[in-house]
Each structure stands twice: as structure tokens, then as C-alpha cells.
């Protein structure tokens, strides 16, 4: 690995461990539902996102809701327990990228068949906060 590569690569670790995340791997639900789902807390405060999520009709929310609260719980923990309310933490980020596909078959009219694909996906929620209490 050249210099600069690895400069890089350091540089880009140290930024991740300055912030708090939580990643969702192989959630069985295709991307696209999923992603309608982020798409409604994308950028709002956790407590609003909390409530949205809570409430939702989705299967894809409460998955969502779980992997909030870890998200949470992990800001906490680098922040030594620090107020979310009084930090302003909000949805810096979230994001749904495809997973595994399981391919499957299935029998159709006249000796064919169909390709059923499915899908899952990966899902991470980076939060960020207004008032700025870290170090």
C-alpha cells in the first residue's frame, strides 16, 4: 500500500470513530420499501424520528426503529451520557444499500419457470448533533 493510500486510510478511520453509528446487515425487506421508509426521517431530530417510526404501518419501520435506538445508545456511550435534547442529535445520515440476493424459482404454465428474486438489504444511520458537545 503506497503513502498516500494509507494516509488516507488512516484519516478516514479516525473520522469514523468520531462519530456515532449503527449499521443493519442482510434486513430481509427489499431496498426500495426500505428506502421509502428513510426517506421520512432523513434529516429530522431522533425524538421525531422515534415517534414517525413508532407509529408507522411499514414492516420496514420497525426495523428502522431498532437500529435507531442502537444508533442512539451508541451516542450515548461516545458522548459519556450526555443529553440528546440538549445536543440536538439529528439524522445525519441514513442510508439503504442492496444486500444479498436469495434466487428462487418459480413453476409457470407450460413446463417454464420464473426467477423469483429476493431481496435484502444494509442499512446505516450516522447521527450527528447541532450543539456540538464532543471533544
Known amino acids: 500500500m503506497g503513502v498516500r493510500k494509507r494516509e488516507k486510510a488512516i ?14 446487515n442482510n434486513c430481509p425487506t427489499s431496498p426500495r420499501k426500505m428506502r421509502l421508509v428513510a426517506d421520512l426521517v432523513r434529516g429530522i431530530s431522533v425524538e421525531k424520528a422515534l415517534a414517525i417510526l413508532k407509529f ?6 420497525t426495523s428502522l426503529h431498532k437500529l435507531l ?3 442512539i445508545e451508541n451516542w450515548k456511550v461516545k458522548n459519556e451520557g450526555a443529553d440528546i435534547e440538549a445536543a440536538q442529535v439529528f439524522i445525519k445520515e441514513i442510508r439503504v444499500d442492496g444486500g444479498a440476493m436469495l434466487k428462487r424459482l418459480r413453476p409457470a404454465p407450460q413446463g417454464r419457470a ?12 450516522v ?3 447541532k450543539n456540538n458537545t464532543e471533544s
Not at 420464473?114 to 444511520?125: A, D, G
Open 11 to 24: 484519516e478516514i478511520k479516525e473520522a469514523k470513530r468520531s462519530v456515532a453509528f449503527a449499521k443493519l
Open 69 to 71: 435506538l442502537s444508533a
Open 114 to 125: 420464473h426467477r423469483i428474486r429476493k431481496r435484502s438489504n444494509h442499512v446505516t444511520i
Open 127 to 129: 447521527l450527528g448533533a
Open 56 to 61: 408507522n404501518q411499514k414492516e420496514a419501520a
